[in-house]
């Protein structure tokens, strides 16, 4: 019977992201599956929020205090340790 695990690959080497097969070896199927892409209405609202991060009258520490609260919303690859740059 077939089962059914998940799991990234990167480059050649797979990272099980939950249950995994025990050791051994194995024959697999591979689906690479599309990254999630953000909607059009993502992207406005992110623009919307930044957009009077500069206001006049606002010091530095509050700017980098809004946008940290941002930041802290946003989904980002890069904060993973497991993610690397494809170049």
């Known amino acids: 019977m077939r089962q059914t695990y998940e799991a990234e690959l990167d480059n050649d080497r797979v990272r099980w992201t ?3 097969p025990e050791a051994g070896r194995h024959r697999i199927l591979v689906t690479v599956l599309d990254p ?3 909607s059009q ?3 406005q ?3 919307d929020q930044t957009r009077g991060a500069w ?3 606002k010091s530095m520490d509050e700017i980098d205090a809004q946008l940290e ?3 802290a919303e946003w989904d980002r690859p890069w904060d993973d340790p497991n ?3 494809e170049v």
């Open 55 to 57: 206001d006049t009258g």
């Open 18 to 20: 939950g249950r995994h």
């Open 45 to 47: 609202c992110v623009l």
């Open 83 to 85: 993610w690397k740059l």
């Open 69 to 71: 609260a941002m930041r």
């Open 41 to 43: 209405e993502e992207i």
């Open 36 to 38: 999630p892409t953000r």
